[in-house]
């Protein structure tokens, strides 16, 4: 997830984002965790959309399969997962 991100931009710009308003860097623990809070609203923000922009059909297309039975995705993270998939969004969109 950091090397991803780390490669998105240049070395000062990585900084400028993780660090404080004082310009002290953020510790790896920090970078990690304001990297998975952005990546859970992202996720949420997909989810979303996919409910908006799938509609009625959500209910057949984001689905999976257990003990013989489908069910409804309802993890925003599954949800962005497979919207990413479907709109063909690049890995580096996606962080995976």
């Given at each position: 997830?950091?090397?991803?991100?780390?490669?998105?931009?240049?070395?000062?710009?990585?900084?400028?984002?993780?660090?404080?308003?004082?310009?002290?860097?953020?510790?790896?623990?920090?970078?990690?965790?304001?990297?998975?809070a952005n990546r859970v609203e992202?996720?949420?923000?997909?989810?979303?959309?996919?409910?908006?922009?799938?509609?009625?059909?959500f209910k057949e297309i984001f689905?999976?399969?257990?003990?013989?039975?489908?069910?409804?995705?309802?993890?925003?993270?599954?949800?962005?997962?497979?919207?990413?998939?479907?709109?063909?969004?690049?890995?580096?969109?996606?962080?995976?």
């Amino acid at each position: 997830m950091i090397v991803t991100r780390w490669r998105l931009g240049s070395e000062a710009d990585f900084w400028k984002e993780f660090s404080d308003g004082n310009g002290n860097q953020m510790t790896y623990t920090g970078v990690v965790k304001t990297l998975k809070a952005n990546r859970v609203e992202l996720d949420e923000n997909l989810a979303a959309t996919a409910k908006r922009e799938y509609g009625n059909q959500f209910k057949e297309i984001f689905v999976y399969k257990k003990n013989g039975a489908l069910h409804v995705k309802t993890k925003p993270s599954e949800i962005a997962k497979q919207y990413r998939a479907l709109q063909n969004l690049c890995e580096e969109e996606s962080d995976d």
